[in-house]
C-alpha cells in the first residue's frame, strides 16, 4: 500500500532551483512561476496556497483509522497545529490552523521575525485521494530588540509587500518569509507523504475481508452458492475454518480440504469432560483459646463443575484424509448442529449396493 504524489517532488525541485543567495531575486523568481490564488467574489483579496493530492491504488483502511493516525503524527511531529485540530468523520477531514515562523531577518538595530498563521483541511476524497490544502493571505512581522523583546508588530497582506510590491519596505524580510512559506507547505506535505508510507499500514480487518471475499468466490465458481455454511461468529471470517456444504455439487469444503459426500463414511460427537470437585474454604477471624472456639470465622463452598469438550469426528473413505474432527469445545448445540448436517448427507447417500436406496446411518454420541 503505497501513496503517490508526484507535486512534492515538482515543487519542491522548482523552488530549489530557483535558489538564490540573494533571497530578493528567489523571491521575485517563485512570484513569476506560482501565482497567488485570488478569491472569485473579492478578487483584490489574495491569498498563498498550496495544494497536494496524495494518491493510493489498493486502498485498505478505514477513514477513521486514516484520519487518526495523521492527526497523532501532527500531534507527535507538527505540534503547532495540534492546539486547534479537528477531526470530521463525516466530511472525512482535518482542518486546524496555527501560527508558523516563516523566516527572521537581523539588521544593525533590529531582529524582524515573521509568523503566518495559515488554515490547513485535510480530506479524503473518493475513498483513495487524500487533498492537503494551505492557504494563508498575512503575515505577522514582530521587530524585537537585542534581548529579544518584542518592540512592535505589523501585520500585512501578502500581496501587499515584496515581491508584489517591489517598492515596499522590509523587503529582504518578507522575501525570505515568502519563499520560507512556501518551503514549510512542501515540507510538510513531504514529510506527512513520508509519514504514511512509512508507518500506515493496511487495516488487517480490512485486508482479511478482501482475502475472504476472494475465497468465497474462487469456491462459488467451483461448486455454487453453499447450501450451508457453519462457521464460529467469534472469530474473524475465514473459510479455512468453516464447514461449507454444497449439496448442488455433492462437496464439503474444511480446513482447505474438499470432501466427496459419497466419501463420508460416519459421524460422532465425542465429549472428554473435565471434572473439578468442589471445594470448602474457611474465611475470618475465628480462633479458640483452650479448646474453646471464638471469633466469627465463615465457610464457603464452591459446587462440583464439568467443563465439557465436545469434538466432531467425522470419517472419510479417503487414505490422505481419513478422518477429520471438528473441537467445538463446550459449545453442545454446535456440535450437534455439525453432527445433524453429516446425518443428513449420509442419510441421503445412495447405497453401496447401487440399489438407489439410502443408508440409516445414525450419529454416534459417546464419552470417553
Given at each position: 500500500?503505497?501513496?503517490?504524489?508526484?507535486?512534492?517532488?515538482?515543487?519542491?525541485?522548482?523552488?530549489?532551483s530557483l535558489k538564490n543567495d540573494d533571497?530578493?531575486?528567489?523571491?521575485?523568481?517563485?512570484?513569476?512561476?506560482?501565482?497567488?490564488?485570488?478569491?472569485?467574489?473579492?478578487?483584490?483579496?489574495?491569498?498563498?496556497?498550496?495544494?497536494?493530492i496524495l494518491t493510493i491504488e489498493n486502498?485498505?483502511?478505514?477513514?477513521?483509522?486514516?484520519?487518526?493516525?495523521?492527526?497523532?503524527?501532527?500531534?507527535?511531529?507538527?505540534?503547532?497545529?495540534?492546539?486547534?485540530?479537528?477531526?470530521?468523520?463525516?466530511?472525512?477531514?482535518?482542518?486546524?490552523?496555527?501560527?508558523?515562523?516563516?523566516?527572521?531577518?537581523?539588521?544593525?538595530?533590529?531582529?524582524?521575525?515573521?509568523?503566518?498563521?495559515?488554515?490547513?483541511?485535510?480530506?479524503?476524497?473518493?475513498?483513495?485521494?487524500?487533498?492537503?490544502?494551505?492557504?494563508?493571505?498575512?503575515?505577522?512581522?514582530?521587530?524585537?530588540?537585542?534581548?529579544?523583546?518584542?518592540?512592535?508588530?505589523?501585520?500585512?497582506?501578502?500581496?501587499?509587500?515584496?515581491?508584489?510590491?517591489?517598492?515596499?519596505?522590509?523587503?529582504?524580510?518578507?522575501?525570505?518569509?515568502?519563499?520560507?512559506?512556501?518551503?514549510?507547505?512542501?515540507?510538510?506535505?513531504?514529510?506527512?507523504?513520508?509519514?504514511?508510507?512509512?508507518?500506515?499500514?493496511?487495516?488487517?480487518?480490512?485486508?482479511?475481508?478482501?482475502?475472504?471475499?476472494?475465497?468465497?468466490?474462487?469456491?462459488?465458481?467451483?461448486?455454487?452458492?453453499?447450501?450451508?455454511?457453519?462457521?464460529?461468529?467469534?472469530?474473524?471470517?475465514?473459510?479455512?475454518?468453516?464447514?461449507?456444504?454444497?449439496?448442488?455439487?455433492?462437496?464439503?469444503?474444511?480446513?482447505?480440504?474438499?470432501?466427496?459426500?459419497?466419501?463420508?463414511?460416519?459421524?460422532?460427537?465425542?465429549?472428554?469432560?473435565?471434572?473439578?470437585?468442589?471445594?470448602?474454604?474457611?474465611?475470618?477471624?475465628?480462633?479458640?483459646?483452650?479448646?474453646?472456639?471464638?471469633?466469627?470465622?465463615?465457610?464457603?463452598?464452591?459446587?462440583?463443575?464439568?467443563?465439557?469438550?465436545?469434538?466432531?469426528?467425522?470419517?472419510?473413505?479417503?487414505?490422505?484424509?481419513?478422518?477429520?474432527?471438528?473441537?467445538?469445545?463446550?459449545?453442545?448445540?454446535?456440535?450437534?448442529?455439525?453432527?445433524?448436517?453429516?446425518?443428513?448427507?449420509?442419510?441421503?447417500?445412495?447405497?453401496?449396493?447401487?440399489?438407489?436406496?439410502?443408508?440409516?446411518?445414525?450419529?454416534?454420541?459417546?464419552?470417553?
Amino acid at each position: 500500500m503505497s501513496w503517490s504524489c508526484p507535486e512534492i517532488e515538482k515543487y519542491q525541485g522548482l523552488l530549489l532551483s530557483l535558489k538564490n543567495d540573494d533571497y530578493k531575486i528567489w523571491a521575485n523568481s517563485v512570484k513569476d512561476r506560482i501565482e497567488l490564488y485570488s478569491n472569485p467574489e473579492q478578487p483584490t483579496d489574495k491569498y498563498l496556497v498550496t495544494q497536494a493530492i496524495l494518491t493510493i491504488e489498493n486502498p485498505l483502511f478505514k477513514t477513521e483509522n486514516l484520519l487518526n493516525h495523521i492527526s497523532a503524527w501532527m500531534k507527535s511531529k507538527k505540534k503547532d497545529w495540534a492546539k486547534s485540530m479537528k477531526i470530521d468523520l463525516t466530511e472525512n477531514t482535518i482542518a486546524s490552523t496555527a501560527s508558523i515562523h516563516v523566516a527572521s531577518h537581523s539588521t544593525f538595530i533590529d531582529l524582524f521575525k515573521v509568523s503566518v498563521s495559515p488554515s490547513l483541511v485535510i480530506k479524503l476524497v473518493e475513498d483513495n485521494k487524500l487533498l492537503v490544502s494551505f492557504s494563508a493571505n498575512s503575515y505577522r512581522n514582530g521587530v524585537y530588540d537585542s534581548r529579544n523583546k518584542l518592540l512592535r508588530a505589523y501585520n500585512d497582506k501578502i500581496s501587499d509587500v515584496f515581491p508584489f510590491v517591489p517598492k515596499s519596505s522590509h523587503k529582504i524580510t518578507y522575501a525570505k518569509a515568502y519563499v520560507g512559506t512556501y518551503l514549510y507547505f512542501w515540507n510538510f506535505i513531504s514529510d506527512l507523504h513520508n509519514d504514511l508510507n512509512a508507518n500506515f499500514t493496511k487495516d488487517p480487518v480490512m485486508l482479511n475481508q478482501r482475502h475472504y471475499q476472494y475465497s468465497q468466490d474462487s469456491l462459488k465458481a467451483k461448486y455454487g452458492e453453499p447450501t450451508k455454511v457453519i462457521a464460529d461468529k467469534t472469530t474473524m471470517p475465514d473459510v479455512h475454518k468453516e464447514l461449507r456444504f454444497y449439496e448442488n455439487a455433492q462437496k464439503v469444503v474444511f480446513m482447505g480440504k474438499t470432501i466427496n459426500f459419497s466419501d463420508i463414511i460416519s459421524c460422532e460427537i465425542v465429549d472428554d469432560p473435565k471434572f473439578i470437585p468442589g471445594r470448602t474454604s474457611t474465611y475470618g477471624l475465628g480462633f479458640s483459646i483452650f479448646g474453646i472456639g471464638i471469633g466469627g470465622a465463615d465457610s464457603y463452598t464452591t459446587p462440583d463443575k464439568t467443563i465439557h469438550s465436545y469434538v466432531v469426528n467425522v470419517k472419510i473413505d479417503n487414505m490422505s484424509t481419513p478422518l477429520i474432527y471438528i473441537a467445538t469445545g463446550q459449545n453442545e448445540n454446535k456440535a450437534n448442529e455439525i453432527a445433524a448436517v453429516f446425518e443428513y448427507i449420509l442419510r441421503h447417500q445412495p447405497s453401496k449396493s447401487g440399489k438407489g436406496t439410502t443408508q440409516k446411518t445414525k450419529v454416534i454420541k459417546r464419552k470417553r
